[in-house]
């Protein structure tokens, strides 16, 4: 790769323009960054109305006048790609980032789970590619319109996806802050991305296979909160055989932060009620495939991934009371 000055002051595309994406492509634009997003669905509300991210822990934005595009070819080479589409698209990445590469352009990705990264490595070069880690509540509640439902805004780390952070990690970082987004340079990056799993594979499974449950539902049902324990655990295991430690504390922690965020719909309980793909394979069946090869224990984990694998490949009716708005977790 060359010189990473150019994200001092770069041109950003966002790749995946749902909750994630417009989050953060949102911010970045009302910070005075060039951000050019790919957008489908959303493109003429977003044309028309601008894109309105609502924040708790900060003021909220609307940004006017988004430099919005229904290909790549249009949006050009720009400085740094984020990739936040989910990890079911990954097929069209083949085809949709090459028109936007330069020599020293950086991708970083932001999807669920595992596998991403390399399939990222393996198609644009092991050099370009860095990782990001969303912790944070944020859904698409409608076209163009996106919400943070942290009270402290949450975070995102970053980081080279093998070695420690760079100069490039670093600046990435910045960027970040200065639009408000809180962001941590990851130096572990691997044990990070099995650290997240500990909420992701729990939360996003149970509200699926118990009927879309919010979170709120999930830690005021005994039985749920415990399984959901037991998954984290397990998760543990499976980091551990990848010489990954995860803390007791950091597995109590996460009951503490999914408190906070109060009657949350996670991103694959949305899809999955509103007849979406859902990532089973980068968030339980790659998990479970590392975990089990390496030596680790995960019954219910193995449980959950075949229900879950059951579930969404047989017609299902939307709960009632439930949102189509595209989560983000």
């Known amino acids: 790769m060359d010189s990473c000055s150019n994200l001092d002051n770069p041109r950003v595309a966002i790749i995946g323009s749902g909750a994630i994406g417009s989050y953060f492509g949102g911010c970045l634009a009302n910070a005075g960054v060039d951000v050019r997003f790919l957008m489908r669905s959303d493109l003429t509300s977003v044309r028309e109305k601008g894109l309105a991210v609502k924040r708790q822990h900060t003021s909220s934005v609307v940004v006017k006048n988004v430099h919005c595009y229904s290909s790549t070819l249009e949006i050009g080479p720009c400085d740094l790609v984020i990739v936040s589409l989910k990890s079911t698209d990954n097929a069209s990445l083949a085809n949709l980032i090459p028109p936007l590469l330069k020599n020293d352009t950086v991708i970083l990705c932001l999807q669920n789970g595992l596998g991403n990264i390399e399939l990222l490595q393996k198609l644009f070069g092991v050099g370009r590619i860095l990782g990001g880690i969303v912790y944070m509540g944020v859904s698409r509640i409608a076209p163009g319109r996106v919400e943070n439902f942290n009270p402290d805004g949450g975070t995102v780390t970053i980081g080279e996806p093998f070695s420690a952070a760079s100069e490039r990690v670093m600046k990435i970082c910045a960027l970040m802050h200065k639009a408000k987004i809180t962001s941590k340079a990851s130096n572990d990056f691997q044990g990070d991305l099995w650290r997240k799993l500990v909420w992701n594979i729990p939360f996003n499974g149970l509200s699926i296979i118990v009927d879309g449950?919010?979170?709120?539902?999930?830690?005021?049902?005994?039985?749920?909160?415990?399984?959901?324990?037991?998954?984290?655990?397990?998760?543990?295991?499976?980091?551990?055989?990848?010489?990954?430690?995860?803390?007791?504390?950091?597995?109590?922690?996460?009951?503490?932060?999914?408190?906070?965020?109060g009657a949350y719909k996670p991103s694959s309980m949305l899809d999955f009620i509103a007849g979406r793909p859902v990532e089973v394979e980068a968030i339980w069946g790659e998990p479970?495939?590392?975990?089990?090869?390496?030596?680790?224990?995960?019954?219910?984990?193995?449980?959950?991934?075949?229900?879950?694998?059951?579930?969404?490949?047989?017609?299902?009716?939307?709960?009632v009371g439930s949102s189509n708005a595209r989560g983000g977790d």
């Open 213 to 261: 449950a919010t979170t709120d539902v999930v830690l005021s049902t005994p039985q749920l909160t415990e399984l959901a324990r037991e998954l984290m655990k397990e998760v543990q295991a499976g980091a551990k055989a990848h010489h990954i430690e995860i803390s007791d504390s950091f597995i109590e922690n996460q009951f503490v932060y999914t408190k906070l965020i």
């Open 288 to 319: 479970y495939r590392r975990g089990t090869i390496a030596g680790a224990s995960m019954p219910c984990l193995g449980m959950l991934y075949a229900l879950i694998k059951t579930l969404v490949a047989r017609p299902h009716k939307i709960p």
